[in-house]
């Protein structure tokens, strides 16, 4: 079975700019997290999607969106970039958000601002 | 002052030491408590989760939780350079994993 798939791997933004982010969940997990690591960090939770509502959010500005679709896909969007968002983003994928089915992460997207 | 703290490291051991991790927490709310490795340029996998106080064992790896004290702590029997990784611990209110809190993580060098 595929894991969590995210796209692109790398991208450099210029600081003012928007970007789009992309996660493909394992089949059949319905929950979808986001989470934000700096380098040397832990990673920070931004949002959470469960069922294509949104369930959480993290302390994270207006300037971060996101959404999940009917195939339980999702999209992170980050608009007027700014140095201090370059990070590495995480999706993670679950059947419920809970742990008892497994609670996998992708591998991540790179994101330089500069 | 941030909610979960683990000791920065780096740590670095000669292949078949025991290794201890450790992370202290400040919010009494939290009730699941995990562990994750991360490979260079991959994302964190869960080795293991507790719920609550007490130990949780799994091949070479044991979790230890003190609620009374706020602290955790993965132990790493005949640790391997394999094993070499970047572990955070992470915490949670409930099950709900999705929204966890992570510590910065200690890189571990385990050398042949």
């Known amino acids: 079975d595929a894991g969590v798939t995210q796209s692109p791997t790398h991208l450099i933004k210029t600081r003012g700019q928007q970007v789009t982010l992309r996660c493909s969940p394992i089949?059949?997990?319905?929950?979808v997290s986001w989470y934000q690591q700096v380098l040397g960090q832990g990673p920070q939770f931004i949002f959470q999607?469960?069922?294509?509502?949104?369930?959480g959010r993290g302390n994270f500005p207006d300037r971060f969106s996101a959404r999940q679709f009917p195939n339980y896909s999702s999209e992170l969007n980050v608009n007027a970039l700014l140095l201090g968002d370059s990070a590495l983003y995480l999706c993670?994928?679950?059947?419920?958000?809970?742990?008892?089915?497994?609670?996998?992460f992708g591998s991540g997207t790179r994101l330089t601002v500069v | 002052q941030k909610e979960v703290e683990q000791d920065p490291g780096p740590l670095s051991v000669p292949e078949g030491a025991i290794v201890s991790l450790n992370c202290t927490y400040s919010n009494s709310a939290f009730q699941y408590f995990m562990w994750y490795r991360q490979y260079s340029r991959k994302g964190p996998e869960l080795l293991m989760y507790t719920y609550s106080s007490g130990n949780k064992e799994d091949g070479r790896f044991t979790a230890q939780v003190d609620k009374s004290s706020k602290y955790i702590s993965l132990f790493i029997r005949d640790s391997q350079p394999s094993d070499s990784a970047t572990y955070l611990c992470?915490?949670?209110?409930?099950?709900?994993?999705?929204?966890?809190?992570f510590g910065d993580g200690t890189t571990l060098t385990v050398k042949p």
């Open positions: 992470a915490m949670s209110a409930d099950t709900n994993a999705g929204k966890s809190t």
């Open positions: 993670a994928s679950s059947l419920d958000g809970g742990l008892n089915y497994g609670y996998t």
């Open positions: 089949s059949g997990h319905k929950s």
């Open positions: 999607y469960y069922e294509k509502e949104e369930r």
